[in-house]
């Protein structure tokens, strides 16, 4: 494994961190909390992203207008089963979620989950920095490389892991403070 595919592989793990953060709500209005629904269209689940129009008017309601009117039954019952925790509004031609405050009990389980999907990607990118070691060693005692390079590259490396660590950091620090505050 190369110092670069590594590195290429631990910004997609922190990418994926931040598109896990995104799904968890924070008491205002953000139409990423839907990016996991699916909608059982046709037989087919597809993404609710692709089969309607999703808006925020305000700080507490998001707005889900389908695109084919005959899929907003399906779109409110996918709402309704998904783990989003909101109750659809269905007028006849559009579906509106209001967001609740969220209560201070909530809001520390939020912060728990955050953290969690932090961990997670801490320990991805720790598992990529395993591996590429392990690469790099194998090189080194099939002499293709000689033993410095081999300490130079993992020194790189471990750079590399804590760069990328820290930036799971930041994101759960600031995920946190979107969470925490009110």
Do not use: C, H, W
């Amino acid at each position: 494994m190369k110092l670069a595919e590594a590195e290429s592989t631990m910004q997609k793990t922190v990418e994926a961190t931040q598109r896990a953060f995104n799904t968890i709500r924070t008491g205002r209005a953000n139409a990423s909390l839907l990016d996991k629904v699916l909608v059982d269209y046709y037989g087919s689940p597809t993404s609710l992203k692709s089969l309607a129009n999703i808006s925020t008017p305000d700080a507490t309601t998001i707005l889900i207008q389908p695109y084919d009117r005959n899929s907003l039954n399906l779109v409110e019952k996918a709402i309704s089963l998904s783990d989003v925790g909101l109750t659809p509004n269905n007028d006849g031609s559009v579906i509106r979620l209001n967001i609740p405050p969220l209560t201070s009990d909530r809001r520390k389980e939020l912060v728990k989950m955050a953290a969690k999907y932090a961990e997670e990607g801490r320990v991805a990118i720790r598992n990529i920095r395993r591996d590429a070691i392990d690469a790099i060693r194998k090189q080194e005692k099939n002499t293709e490389i000689p033993e410095d390079e081999s300490r130079d590259l993992q020194d790189k490396l471990q750079k590399l892991t804590n760069k990328y660590t820290a930036r799971i950091d930041e994101l759960l620090v600031e995920k946190e403070k979107d969470i925490t505050t009110v």
